[in-house]
């Protein structure tokens, strides 16, 4: 069964440094989510894409946050500098143009 | 925007009893209702999900239901075990395609207690 892939697994970083997230849908998924989750709250939505077009991006901080799916499949979310707010859990997930959402392995992001 | 309220935030149920949990939801343009199960450290996995034309939806022991009138729907796990233990989300958004936000819930842990 196919899934999402998402890598690091687990980040640890200083504040003011700069991370990066690796986001590799489903196959033939078009739509592509990241979420940030922190501990003992629902996942909330930082940026969706529909291929390589960002369509909402209303919750992603644009100060520090960028992400981007550059060809339209695997995409990358970038933090510099990180602040110790950041700490928390970064999903991706990807849907084929329905409703559904399938949920990658996140990266846990620990900012010391 | 939508905003999605669950409850309760945490319920302990002896094995073989009933688990129920609900979630309110306040745009009425959300149609589409999942069910996400989230085990420690791992990723949040569909469990069920509803959309606003019917009314319940049944998967072996796990159920869902849902009142558009009043803007709430449910959970319904009967017969638990050990490994239903977990973090439970609900989430709401308008549905048909997939546009549209998907909102969350604060999330239920489930502890199924031998």
């Known amino acids: 069964e196919a899934e999402v892939a998402q890598s690091p697994r687990y980040k640890i970083t200083e504040k003011s440094q700069a991370v990066a997230f690796w986001c590799d849908p489903i196959?033939?998924?078009?739509?592509l989510y990241w979420y940030r989750q922190i501990l003992g709250q629902g996942p909330e939505l930082l940026v969706q894409?529909?291929?390589?077009?960002?369509?909402?991006d209303s919750q992603l901080p644009k100060d520090r946050f960028s992400a981007e799916r550059l060809k339209g499949v695997d995409s990358t979310l970038k933090i510099q500098p990180a602040e110790l707010g950041d700490s928390a859990m970064y999903l991706c997930?990807?849907?084929?143009?329905?409703?559904?959402?399938?949920f990658g392995p996140g990266t846990r992001l620990t900012v010391l | 925007g939508e905003n999605v309220e669950q409850h309760p935030s945490t319920l302990s149920v002896q094995e073989g009893d009933s688990a129920v949990i609900k979630c309110t939801y306040s745009?009425?343009?959300?149609?589409?209702f999942p069910w996400y199960k989230q085990e420690l450290g791992k990723r949040p996995q569909l469990i069920i999900d509803?959309?606003?034309?019917?009314g319940e939806k049944k998967d072996q022991r796990i159920a869902v239901t849902l009142n558009k009138t009043a803007k709430h729907f449910s959970l319904h796990i009967t017969e638990t075990q050990p490994e239903d233990s977990a973090v439970y989300f609900c989430?709401?958004?308008?549905?048909?395609?997939?546009?549209?936000?998907?909102?969350f819930g604060q999330g239920t842990i489930l502890t199924v207690h031998p």
């Open positions: 997930a990807s849907s084929s143009g329905t409703d559904t959402q399938y």
């Open positions: 894409f529909q291929d390589e077009s960002v369509v909402d």
């Open positions: 196959s033939g998924h078009a739509t």
């Open positions: 745009d009425s343009a959300s149609n589409y």
């Open positions: 989430a709401a958004k308008p549905g048909g395609t997939s546009y549209g936000k998907l909102t």
């Open positions: 509803i959309r606003s034309n019917v």
